[in-house]
C-alpha cells in the first residue's frame, strides 16, 4: 500500500520561504505524476503544482507561478514544494499526492480525479 508523507510545514511571516518534502513508501519513480494541492479554510481544494516523473516538466497554478518551485530527489525518493515570496494568502494545508496512471494530458494536471494517492496534509500559515 502506498503511503504519502508531508512534512515541512510551519509557520512563516509575508515574504518568507518554507520548503515542503513528500516522502513515499514505495519507489516514487514508479508514479508518472506527482503533485501538491492546498486547501484553505471554507475554501475548494486549490491545484498548486505538479510534476511529471519521466521528464521532470513541471506545471503551476496561476496563483503560485513565479514563487513556488517543485524539485524532485529520485535518489531521496522525496518529492519537494520550494515556496518563496509567501504571502497571507498562501495559509492552507498542503497535500501531496501521485498518480500511477500513464498518458495524463497536461492540461489535466489539476484535476484531483487523476491521483491515486494523497498524502494527509501538512499545515502552512503565513502571517502578515
Known amino acids: 500500500q502506498v503511503q504519502l508523507v508531508e512534512s515541512g510545514g510551519g509557520l512563516v511571516q509575508a515574504g518568507g520561504s518554507l520548503r515542503l518534502s513528500c516522502a513515499a513508501s514505495g519507489s516514487i519513480s514508479s508514479f508518472s505524476l506527482m503533485g501538491w494541492f492546498r486547501q484553505a479554510p471554507g475554501k475548494e481544494r486549490e491545484f498548486v503544482a505538479a510534476i511529471t516523473w519521466s521528464d521532470g516538466s513541471a506545471s503551476y497554478g496561476d496563483s503560485v507561478k513565479g514563487r513556488f518551485t517543485i524539485p524532485r530527489d529520485n535518489a531521496k525518493n522525496t518529492m519537494s514544494l520550494q515556496m518563496n515570496s509567501l504571502k497571507p494568502e498562501d495559509t492552507a494545508i498542503y497535500y501531496c499526492?501521485?498518480?500511477?496512471?500513464?498518458?495524463?494530458?497536461?492540461?489535466?494536471?489539476?484535476?484531483?480525479?487523476?491521483?491515486?494517492?494523497w498524502g494527509q496534509g501538512t499545515q502552512v500559515t503565513v502571517s502578515s
Open positions: 499526492t501521485a498518480s500511477s496512471r500513464t498518458r495524463i494530458f497536461w492540461t489535466n494536471f489539476p484535476r484531483q480525479d487523476v491521483y491515486d494517492y
